[in-house]
């Protein structure tokens, strides 16, 4: 499915609120109204922010959930739930994220949750001049917070098992009518390193096989940003080019915060589907400028077409303040017009 030339997106997650962090923090005092209701608003606080920016591409900001994937585990079946982290103090690492117990069969009767997002994104944005966008964990990033047993032995046999859930929301949001959606598999990024890549990619392309072709299928790939933190070596060689054969139609990149090294892969990328790059570095609060943007795009512009890019931050805004995340998507889409203008493509 084609997109605009330099369309704008986002990948997912925003910051919280602060008065939705504190709400979050003292839940019992609110009825279900209320919750409601912060729902509601958070979503709308999110949107406004994105649209303001002038995005082609905008999200719920993912403002109903833990974190881009915790929130799903509350959704299976067969599970149990760990209470709190094994290592609570000290400086913050993905190992503050406990793991959860397998205890049955791995199930999702009621579905993961995002189906309902998307139906209150689409009801709260309205007739917004944007696509609407859901994002999903795939099945191997899922799998990264459960323990394995005598059932399921091992991360591929967990993997596996959820990959039908997971398929069957994909399913059912773009019955929901979703326009795009996001497959996020940062964990495939982490440790294609170590394990093989092929592999991975039958597993993604199992998971989207029943919506190829009726929604834009995007990727996320990235090298974790837990607290800014990444996971695993900062490395996009080892995915490619198995990764070339997803079967997606937009496929994004880290990079600026990598100082765009190993930008020269948007070129076989852009052969094969979309390039998605990281113009906006989440990870620091230097604030780009709108010249700082225009300059990046100027150089993906020497890789690859404008008909095959696609511009937006590095990965999910969730880590970075609202205050800053404001600025860098503001500078995101003004950046992304100037270049349009220079070479006399639309503006919305």
């Given amino acids: 499915m084609k997109s605009s030339p330099l369309r704008t997106s986002v990948i997912g997650s925003y910051p919280f609120p602060g008065w939705l962090e504190f709400s979050v923090a003292h839940l019992e005092q609110f009825g279900p109204d209320d919750r409601a209701e912060l729902q509601d608003d958070a979503v709308t606080t999110a949107l406004h922010d994105q649209l303001t920016a002038g995005l082609d591409v905008v999200t719920d ?3 109903t959930r833990l974190d881009f994937n915790l929130s799903f585990y509350g959704y299976l079946r067969g599970i149990e739930l760990e ?5 609570r103090f000290g400086p913050p ?13 791995l ?5 993961l949750g995002a189906v309902v997002e998307f139906q209150r994104l689409q009801r709260i944005a309205g007739g917004a001049n944007a696509t609407l966008k859901a994002s999903v964990p795939g099945p191997y990033t899922l799998s990264g917070r459960l ?9 591929w046999a967990l993997t596996e098992a959820l990959l039908p859930w997971v398929r069957q929301e994909l399913i059912d949001l773009v019955a929901s009518g979703c326009r795009e959606i996001s497959v996020d598999e940062p964990s495939m990024s982490c440790y294609a390193h170590r394990e093989d890549p092929r592999r991975f990619v039958d597993i993604f392309n199992r998971t989207v096989e029943p919506i190829v072709g009726r929604t834009r299928v995007c990727t996320h790939l990235c090298f974790g940003n837990y607290k800014a933190r990444a996971i695993g070596p900062r490395q996009i060689a080892p995915m490619f080019p198995a990764f070339l054969d997803f079967h997606c139609d937009e496929m994004h990149v880290e990079m600026a915060s990598r100082e765009f090294a190993e930008l020269e892969v948007i070129t076989a990328i852009t052969k ?11 990870k620091n609060y230097h604030i780009e400028t709108e010249e700082d943007v225009a300059r ?3 150089h993906c512009l020497t890789l690859a077409p404008p008909d095959r890019l696609v511009l937006a931050p590095d990965c999910g805004l969730s880590q970075t303040a609202r205050w800053a995340a404001r600025k860098k998507l503001q500078a995101l889409g003004d950046g992304v017009r100037l270049v349009r203008r220079e070479l006399g493509l639309p503006n919305g």
């Fill in 61 to 63: 900001g993912e403002q």
């Fill in 83 to 87: 209470a709190s982290s094994r290592r």
């Fill in 93 to 105: 690492a993905h190992d503050q994220r406990g793991k959860h117990r397998i205890l049955d069969t």
């Fill in 107 to 111: 199930t999702a009767p009621n579905g």
């Fill in 147 to 155: 323990l394995p047993n005598a059932q399921y032995p091992d991360r």
């Fill in 272 to 282: 094969r589907m979309d390039a998605a790059v990281g113009v906006i570095d989440v």
């Fill in 296 to 298: 990046r795009v100027r």
